[in-house]
């Protein structure tokens, strides 16, 4: 069944410290993105990627960097963690052929100290 | 840039209730405009899609309009059942295929 899944679903980091979160996706999509999700913003875009070797920046990428390897796999990296990067992050993969709709996977809760 | 605003943060019913859930919108382009549900522990999924062609669309006993004099975009249920319990997002997707999500409406019903 096709997927998109996320490492780790739960992380504790400390201030200053890097964090990788990772999304690894089976519906052979071109199309990732990154999102976090917040109380009262909904749902922004971080970072995505039209298939690999290729990252785009969002409306919030500061603070954050992404990396796309290859067609199934993205990754959102904290290069210095903040505790405002406290959130729900959510992985998604779309492609144009499907005109927006976009699977997301089940979210990583990050909280830094 | 685009954006959407959902007002009501939070929408209480009992089971056969009638749902309305009101969202703008701005943009520059012509748009395209769905509605997300999340149900607890899990990721948003897609729910509808509106086009400006149809108008209107409809999924799983769900009904969204759109009216573009308004620039307004509503999502209702004539009778909601308990499972329907989720977080409903108002969405806009533009020619990069970017969406951009509402601030989500929260729905609790009780049986």
Known sequence: ?113 | GDSVTQMQGQVTLSEDDFLFINCTYSTTWYPTLFWYVQYPGEGPQLLLKVTTANNKGISRGFEATYDKGTTSFHLQKASVQESDSAVYYCVLGDMGYKLTFGTGTSLLVDP
Not at chain 1, 27 to 35: D, E, F, P, R, T
Not at chain 1, 46 to 71: F, L, N, V
Not at chain 1, 78 to 97: I, K, M, N, R
Request: proline content about 5%; some cysteine.
């Open chain 1, 1 to 113: 069944e096709a997927a998109v899944t996320q490492s780790p679903r739960n992380k504790v980091a400390v201030t200053g410290g890097k964090v990788t979160l990772s999304c690894n996706q089976t519906n052979n999509h071109n199309n990732m993105y990154w999102y976090r999700q917040d109380t009262g913003h909904g749902l922004r875009l971080i970072h995505y990627s039209y298939g690999a070797g290729s990252t785009e920046k969002g409306d919030i990428p500061d603070g954050y960097k992404a990396s796309r390897p290859s067609q199934e796999n993205f990754s959102l990296i904290l290069e210095l963690a903040t505790p405002s990067q406290t959130s729900v992050y959510f992985c998604a993969s779309g492609d144009p052929g499907l005109v927006y709709e976009q699977y997301f996977g089940p979210g990583t809760r990050l909280t830094v100290l």
